[in-house]
């Protein structure tokens, strides 16, 4: 909206979402309307001051249009779009005016049978914030947003009201985004972002699509192998195999050439740590195939050594997760 990612839709005559220094946010604004919008010639912190006879709070119209706000809402020009199930913009000496209702909700609002000061009272009560909910007409603050009980819409691509320790509380989010937005891929802290995608700096794996932040940039995968990085030139992103010395904090090996240790063991032999294996994965005390963590799963079995194989009775090593293991699967 406006050319920023907005918090929400923004469609009224006197809003925009790029008023400077808080771009992204929907903002009263005054001068002229901005991008498109019509119905006003110049706008006041938000209200259309010379509208050529557009309507002002509480006058009748049809459309957003005829209002100086630009929300027609229950027949009146209204300050907001007031969606809420238990709220209404035409109540007799409040036109114009969002209010909490009681009785039946007004026009086409849905959700509820029963107001009470705008609260949905159909005999469970109506939900606090942070409530689990599945229709607004659930929730006292008439939002039933990302599943829980919404202080407000919470409409923005890069917002949630679900989040740990914040259910309720319409907030930024990082990461992909919640539930059924899909007007960007990946945000950061509220902002739709390119950051994120393989290659880009990173110094928290929470920050990068992937879920991977390895030699300070986001990854395919996780790191693993001593010889292997993934923040080579040219392959910025992708864990390829190197030769020299090890990247970053990789200790466990002196040397690599093309991926594996000089003077590595091959699979099967006697190990303490990583770099002593050609392979790169010491588990179980051997050099083994690969990480082979699985709970039920182990690289040292006789006749197997090196290989990464389901296996019954206790898990191996200090694997915990499990009491018993039958052929691979926990029992």
Known sequence: MDGFCCERSCEGTCEACDVTDAEGMCTPISGAPRGDRMGCDVCETGTCIDDGGMGELGDACATDIECGTGHCVDGVCCERACRGTCKACGEPGFEGMCTPISGAPRGGRTG???CDAGACDDGAGAGTLGSVCSIDGECESGECTDG???????????KGCAEPGFEGMCVPVSGAPRGDRDECSFCDVGVCSTAGTLGSACSDSATCESGFCVDGVCCERARRGTCKACGEPGTEGMCVVVSGAPRGDRDECSTCSAGVCVGAEPLGTACTMDGECDSGFCTDGVCCERLCAGT??????PGSEGMCVPVSGA???DRTGCATCNVGVCI
């Open 112 to 114: 509820c049978t029963t």
């Open 315 to 317: 898990p191996r090593g």
């Open 296 to 301: 039920c799963k182990a690289c040292g079995e």
């Open 148 to 158: 829980v009980c919404c202080e407000r819409a919470c409409r923005g691509a890069c």
